[in-house]
């Protein structure tokens, strides 16, 4: 994600801060499986900083907690490219199973409450 360019730019604006920081991101907070896992990782990072004899050595924590933070976001970037740059291949292996995905409906998605048929047709 090193270029910068102005296609970049929005894309980055739009796509990446609106859908995946925020929306997504979002979703994610919903997620039991996500909130129990963020628990165990704070209370796992506080048993490691009372363990440690000096300062020194909770500054060095404290910046390595906020190293994996900035790497998260651009893995989240290449993945969100990742998954526009195989969007035709999956869109060809669902049609293998009958679904067709037919209308891009922002309210239903792949993580939402919708059913089945309201999210996508079941190709006859």
């Known amino acids: 994600m090193n270029e ?11 796509v990446f801060v609106e859908r995946v920081h925020q929306e ?14 963020t ?18 050595q909770k500054k060095l924590l404290d910046e390595l907690e906020s190293t994996g933070d900035r790497m998260y976001s651009p893995f ?18 669902l049609k293998k199973y009958g679904i067709s995905i037919v209308r891009e409906d922002l309210e239903y998605n792949y993580i939402s409450e919708a059913t089945t048929n309201d999210a996508f047709d079941i190709v006859q």
């Open 39 to 56: 628990e165990d990782a704070a209370r796992l990072l506080r048993q490691l900083k009372e363990t440690l004899s000096n300062n020194e």
């Open 76 to 93: 989240l970037e290449y993945c969100y490219c990742q998954g526009i740059e195989d969007s035709e291949m999956i869109h060809n292996q």
């Open 24 to 37: 997504a991101y979002k979703k994610c907070l919903e997620d039991t499986e996500y909130q129990l896992a």
């Open 4 to 14: 910068k360019n102005v296609i970049h730019k929005a894309f980055t604006d739009v």
